[in-house]
């Protein structure tokens, strides 16, 4: 009797052990991660489960893969038809390649959120998620986001460790098409360090994987900060095949985004100022030649920087919407219409 | 059986700790934090072929397989918060530098006419002076601007 009531004892010391140094496993802090009114990973999580269990007819919830430390990279799936393959064209929206952009998170998130809480509301949402599948992938880089949160707010990689006392990889510059040419790094402590090989990150693959297999039509990767609607190719100077195409849907974004707050995001091709190779936009182009954005966030100076003020998520957010929606329009105007 | 439940659930743990430290593949020489007692030390590490990645008033990180010992150095391998990065203003001398200031590998934050705002290892900072680019430390720590940068 004696010798169980100290087994029992000693289990509880060692759940509690066990929780205690999973915490300092994953960020050397005990304790829950917060970051105020911006979403952690955590409660990111919670926010996805509770939106598809309260809607679960047109919002489906899956993961495309695994994190280097084993995080889940959740997919938000909006569709009338949510458990069917339809053949509608698709559109994805993506937040959080880079840790620090606590406002790439938020965004898409809210986006889906509205999305799914204005269906069969608004006839305007309801057409478009009649008509087209829209995927959300709020934070492709949740190890990154979640050291941003506990131990180096300014922490931009992913957590791979790369070996030689140095961690993360940029996962923006580790995408397959042009991978190692300009505007990123071979040193493992550069903040823009490539990789040691396309793709050869877990994030980027299963980036990758899903939108292979997805074959979008349109995307838009949120970034902060900068405000700014860019286009490939980012690799170099010269204009994509679609520039004319590209810059016009660029200018149309931007242009929605001012009319909302009168905020000013700037359109271009992403190289317009300086080259940086293996990101997701040139990577999806290449592929799909499909008009792909980088929508750098709020501020438009690094006077916050990547730390927004939460008081200006909301706002972001609202510039933001009519904008997405009007590229998953435009996504659904490109499907051929059928006639019997 | 109660023992043996408790003496696996203790190998799960230190098992799920260590696969989270596993480094996935070795990178070639280890970045070591070197300490220094004096400039002269800092030149014979140069001397002897080191690139000082970053340089703080005790010690320097390098990256090396025996250098320091050959030299009878004090080293020991970094931790993260050993790899400090200034907050730099760069000015540039037209436009065209901005590539070769990017390719560098600093941590670009914004470019406001011709000056970029960056965080930058010593290594590039000194590579980018050897250039001609001029330099302007605006913070030693640029992580410990955080919250503090309006």
């Given at each position: 009797m ?6 029992y ?15 300092i496993c994953d ?8 970051a ?8 990111l999580?919670s ?5 598809t ?11 495309i893969g695994r ?11 909006i ?11 698709v ?9 620090r952009?606590?406002?790439s ?17 608004d ?13 959300v992938i ?23 460790n ?18 190692g040419?300009?505007?990123s790094?071979?040193?493992?402590f ?12 877990p ?5 990758r ?20 609607v860019?286009?490939p ?45 293996g990101d997701?936009t040139?990577w ?5 030649g499909?008009?792909a ?12 920087g990547?730390e ?5 998520i909301q706002p972001?957010?609202e510039?933001?919407l009519?904008?997405?929606l ?5 996504a ?5 219409v059928?006639?019997? | ?5 408790i003496?696996?659930?203790a ?5 799920f ?8 593949q070795?990178?070639?020489p280890?970045?070591q ?8 030390e ?8 080191a ?5 703080e ?7 090396t ?22 907050l ?23 470019v406001?006419?011709d ?9 590039y900072?000194?590579?980018l002076?050897q250039a001609g ?13 955080e919250?503090?940068?309006?």
């Open positions: 004696k010798s169980r009531k100290f087994g004892q000693l289990l509880l010391i060692l759940i509690l052990m066990f929780l205690m140094t999973n915490s960020n050397g802090k005990v304790g829950i991660p917060t105020g009114l911006y979403h952690t990973y955590s409660e999580e926010e996805l489960r509770s939106l269990k309260d809607h679960s007819s047109i919002a489906e919830l899956s993961s994190s280097h430390e084993g995080r889940e990279l959740w997919a938000l799936k569709s009338d038809q949510v458990e069917l393959d339809e053949t509608e064209p559109v994805v929206f993506l937040g959080a390649h880079h840790a952009e606590w406002i998170v938020d965004v898409p998130l809210l986006i889906a959120k509205y999305l799914i809480e204005k269906y069969g509301v006839s305007t949402i309801t057409h478009l998620i009649d008509q087209a599948v829209i995927w709020p934070m492709v880089n949740p190890d990154g986001h979640q050291y941003s949160v506990l131990m180096d707010r300014l922490w931009r990689k992913n957590r791979r790369n070996g030689d006392g140095s961690f993360g990889v940029d996962l923006n510059r580790n995408y397959g098409y042009q991978w040419g300009p505007g790094s071979g040193d493992t550069s903040e823009i360090y490539r990789g040691p090989s396309p793709f050869s990150e994030e980027t693959q299963a980036v994987t899903f939108l292979e297999h997805q074959s979008p039509q349109a995307l838009i990767s949120y970034h902060s900060y900068s405000q700014l860019l286009y190719w980012g690799y170099t100077s010269q204009p994509a095949p679609d520039k004319a195409l590209l810059d016009s849907l660029a200018v149309s974004l931007a242009h929605q985004i001012q009319s909302v707050h009168g905020k000013k995001y700037t359109p271009g091709q992403s190289s317009t100022l300086y080259l940086a190779s997701t040139d999806l182009y290449a592929l799909f499909v008009p954005f980088t929508i750098e966030l709020r501020p438009g100076s690094y006077n916050p990547f927004l003020p939460e008081s200006e972001t957010f510039e933001n009519p904008a997405a009007s590229l998953i329009n435009w659904i105007q490109q499907q051929p059928v006639t019997d | 059986m109660l023992r043996s439940s003496l696996i659930i190998c799960v743990i230190l098992a700790c260590q696969s989270k430290q596993q480094p996935h070795a990178a070639g280890m970045l934090k070197v300490y220094y007692k004096s400039p002269e800092i030149q014979r590490l140069r001397d002897a072929g690139e000082i990645i970053v340089q008033p005790d010690y320097v990180v390098i990256r397989e025996n250098m320091v010992q050959r030299l009878d150095m004090k080293s020991q391998p970094i931790q993260e918060t050993d790899l400090v990065q200034r730099v203003k760069i000015v540039l001398k037209d436009s065209s530098d901005l590539q070769a200031v990017i390719n560098s590998g600093i941590d670009l934050w914004q406001i006419g000056t970029v705002i960056a965080r930058a290892y010593d290594i900072i000194e590579r002076r680019f001029t330099i302007d430390i605006i913070a030693q720590n640029a992580s410990k601007m919250g503090r940068i309006r």
